[in-house]
């Protein structure tokens, strides 16, 4: 069982950044695969940016912006959100796959103003 706890969202105008954490109740050093995921109203959950077996994705929408990193001492994984744009406004949730199961965050919103 991993319990993920999202932090950092807020409101914030096009072209400035967010730093998302997400803080794990045990040791990432051995998950699998960890990362971040969105949802904007009425659309579908969508990939966003993860660590998958140490190799590091993005979504093309995001590539240049966004930066994904981890800290294994203190079980976390941030999501860094620089030029963001009010296609960015989004729930982002923080995802982990161990052993075969999925686990989510609660969420945490983010906001971009035109």
């Known amino acids: 069982q991993v319990q993920l706890v999202e932090s950092g969202g807020g409101l914030v105008q096009g072209g400035g950044s967010l730093r998302l954490s997400c803080a794990a109740s045990?040791?990432?050093?051995?998950?699998?695969?960890m990362g971040w995921y969105r949802q904007a109203p009425g659309k579908q959950r969508e990939f966003v940016a993860g660590?998958?077996?140490?190799?590091?994705n993005y979504a093309d929408s995001v590539k240049g912006r966004f930066t994904i990193s981890r800290d294994n001492a203190k079980n976390t994984v941030y999501l860094q959100m620089n030029s963001l744009k009010p296609e960015d406004t989004a729930v982002y949730y923080c995802?982990?796959?161990?052993?075969?199961?999925?686990?989510w965050g609660q969420g945490t919103q983010v906001t971009v103003s035109s």
């Open positions: 995802n982990a796959v161990n052993n075969g199961s999925w686990y």
């Open positions: 045990r040791s990432i050093f051995s998950i699998r695969a």
């Open positions: 660590f998958t077996s140490g190799i590091t």
